[in-house]
Every structure is written in structure tokens, then in C-alpha cells.
């Protein structure tokens, strides 16, 4: 089956930058992604990676090593706005299969 | 807007009651998802269905039955279900079982009194 690993939750500031670790394990692997959800929200989509090194959009950015089963979410200049829950979720298994992780909760103080 | 519609938002019904919780995705897309999430638990993967055939189920209590008639609808059909299943039912879609992203429905709070 596919596990995942993430901090419970991270402090910030405004401003700062913050890295949110994943560790996963699964039997076939065919990606990590990074979704975002905010309280009464529904998830939504940020980034996907799936081959090893860094992918950047705007001020997110998600680094993957499948060798280490391992990715982590780098989000820079955090606003208030960020403030919310961060996923990491892995395709594996089967191509269908989206299985995500506990989920980090970021919040955001002045 | 997701392009993914869920309704109801709210259902609040009877542990003997029977009802059922539909999506909709306009995208296009050929593999839909229910997931459940509770009150500090991951989101938990119920079931899958890609080109409308059921690919994954995670090992749900018979008192939850899916439905695909189409690529464009899912159904969960509710029957004598418990307390302990209160919780958010999320339905998602994707492109192909490997699409890069899947878009969420904003999802059915469910009470179960």
C-alpha cells in the first residue's frame, strides 16, 4: 500500500520562508504532488513532480528524490493568505491510485 | 470553480435513512475519485473509477456503494450508515488514471444522527 509522512503543523512568519517535508513509501511510483486546502475548502493543486529535482511556480517551489522517497514544498515570501493545510499525495500503486498525506497545517503571523 | 460539482453540500440524515451524494465534473476528464476526510485524519481514498470502471476500492464498509453511469457522474449511495461516518465526502476528477492533477468538488458535509 502507499504511506505518507508530513509535519503536523509549522509556524511562519510573514515574509520568511518555509519548507514542508513529505516522506513516502509506496509499491510503484509514478509522482508526488502538492495540494493546498483551506478551512471549509476544497483541495486544490500546486505542484507535481515525477523525476528527482526542483520545480518552481512562482513563489511555491517542490523538490522530489525518489531514491529517498522524499519530497519537501518551499514556499517563499509567505503572505497571510497562505495560511491553510499543505498535502503531499503520491500516484501509486496503480496509475489511478492518489493517496495523500496527513497533512500539514502552515499558519502565518505577523 | 473547479469545473467540479458536488451536491448536496449539506446532508444531515438518520442512521436507517437512504440517500445518495452526486458529482459532476465538466473537464472532460475519465477518472473520477471519492475521498472521505475527517476531523484531524488524512484525506482517505474511498474509491476509483477510471473510464467508468471501478479500478480501487479501499476496503469501505458495504454501507457505501459507488456509482459510475458515465465519465461525467459519480454517485455514492448511502444506506444505514453510522455516527463515526460524519465527515466530508470529497469527489475529484482527473485525465487518465496518471493526470498530473486532480481537481476537487468542494465537497458534502455529512451528519449522521
Known amino acids: 500500500g502507499q504511506s505518507l509522512e508530513q509535519p503536523s503543523e509549522v509556524t511562519a512568519v510573514e515574509g520568511a520562508i518555509v519548507q514542508i517535508n513529505c516522506t513516502y513509501q509506496t509499491s510503484g511510483f509514478y509522482g508526488l504532488s502538492w495540494y493546498q486546502q483551506h478551512d471549509g475548502g476544497a483541495p486544490t493543486f500546486l505542484s507535481y513532480?515525477?523525476?528527482?529535482g526542483l520545480e518552481e511556480t512562482g513563489r511555491f517551489s517542490s523538490f522530489l528524490s525518489r531514491s529517498d522517497s522524499y519530497g519537501y514544498l518551499l514556499l517563499q515570501e509567505l503572505q497571510m493568505k497562505d495560511s491553510a493545510s499543505y498535502f503531499c499525495a503520491v500516484r501509486g500503486g496503480t496509475a489511478s491510485k492518489l493517496t495523500f498525506g496527513t497533512g500539514t497545517r502552515l499558519q502565518v503571523t505577523l | 470553480e473547479t469545473g467540479v460539482t458536488q451536491t448536496p453540500r449539506h446532508l444531515v440524515m438518520g442512521m436507517t435513512n437512504k440517500k445518495s451524494l452526486k458529482c459532476e465534473q465538466h473537464l472532460g476528464h475519465n477518472a473520477m475519485y471519492w475521498y472521505k476526510q475527517s476531523a484531524k485524519k488524512p484525506l482517505e481514498l474511498m474509491f476509483v473509477?477510471?473510464?467508468?470502471?471501478?479500478?480501487e476500492n479501499n476496503s469501505v464498509p458495504s454501507r457505501f456503494s459507488p456509482e459510475c453511469p458515465n465519465s461525467s457522474h459519480l454517485f455514492l449511495h448511502l444506506h444505514t450508515l453510522q455516527p463515526e461516518d460524519s465527515a466530508l465526502y470529497l469527489c475529484a476528477s482527473s485525465q487518465g488514471g496518471s493526470g498530473t492533477e486532480a481537481f476537487f468538488g468542494q465537497g458534502t458535509r455529512l451528519t449522521v444522527v
Open positions: 473509477y477510471s473510464l467508468e470502471e471501478r479500478v
Open positions: 513532480n515525477a523525476l528527482d
